[in-house]
């Protein structure tokens, strides 16, 4: 049997390279090694206040961006997160045995709440859900970009906790960085993650930022007063430049030195800007054509979580059991 992955991407805000790069390039590559289930967390986007209108369309939206990147649901899943009860069921059960203090201690957590007025109790039991989305499956495997690292540890915390409270119960899951491209930064400070929640106009490149927009984008990212590429000097906006071109050439890392040593920033951007447009134009294409057909992908939504059901459920009643919650003997 293949190994099991999981992830997930919240449906809220229009997805980035960041992501792209960081997550969803991986997802597509990894599919055919393994038995990977990719989620919509919509509860997840609800920890912080969404319009409900624009949530709705945000769901639909990624999933045609999961099919549109390459997810192929004849391999893969694609569901969404409040769909399968067990997540929030299986949530409860791990809230209960996760100590408060290694959720104050997130990073995510604090820079989150610091921007609330009131802090719902949803935002400090993120990461415990998230732990239940991946727990749930049993999955070996978990395919994310840098910033979820440390929720990746608090999950293999969680597991091994419920495991030595209760007996082997969990898979203990690795977490599983790209080689380029785990932190894409913004172009407009490069000294913060590109994201999708952050304001600035020329802060990201969407998915679905056509062709003028992402020039335009690219030629204002900020970069520092050297004129050109120094590799022994290299500044943090010209780095993330460059790493962005090589995440979506795929060239390796002497070609990338050979060929942009020495190179004028103006001519490197140009450059950058045309491997994202190439990268880009099939997924748009794509999108177009499959956002077109709403109920194609919502059969697709149905088809998948009905395939994954049953191993929710097992988990679950699994869970109950070790706990010694009632289940029908
Ligand atoms: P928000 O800003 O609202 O937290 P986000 O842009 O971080 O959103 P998520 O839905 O939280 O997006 O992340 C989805 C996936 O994309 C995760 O695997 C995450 O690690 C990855 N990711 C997010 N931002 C970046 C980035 N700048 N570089 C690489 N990977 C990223
Ligand atoms: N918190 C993640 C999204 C997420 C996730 C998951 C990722 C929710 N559940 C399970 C991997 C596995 C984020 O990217 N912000």
Redesign the pocket.
Known sequence: MKPRVF????P??SL?I??Y???LKNWVTIQDDYECIYCI?DLHAITVYQDPAELRAGIERLAALFLAVGIDPAKSSIMVQSSVSGHAELAWMLTCVTPVGWLERMT?YKDKAARQKTVGDGLLQYPVLMAADILLYQAQIV??????VQHLELTRDIAQRFNSLYGETFVVPETKLPTV?????GLDDPET??????TGAYHAIYLLDPPEMIRKKIMRAKTDTQPAVDFDHLGPGVANLLTIFQAFTEWPDEKVRRHFAGKRYGETKKEVAEAVIAGLEPIQQRYRKISADRAYVADVLDRCAARIRPIAEETVQLVKKRMGLYTRA
């Open positions: 992830s997930g991407v919240q809220s805000g980035h960041g992501n790069l960081g997550a967390v995510q395919p994310v970009g840098e910033d979820q491209g785990a932190r894409i930064m993650k590109m994201s999708k929640s952050a």
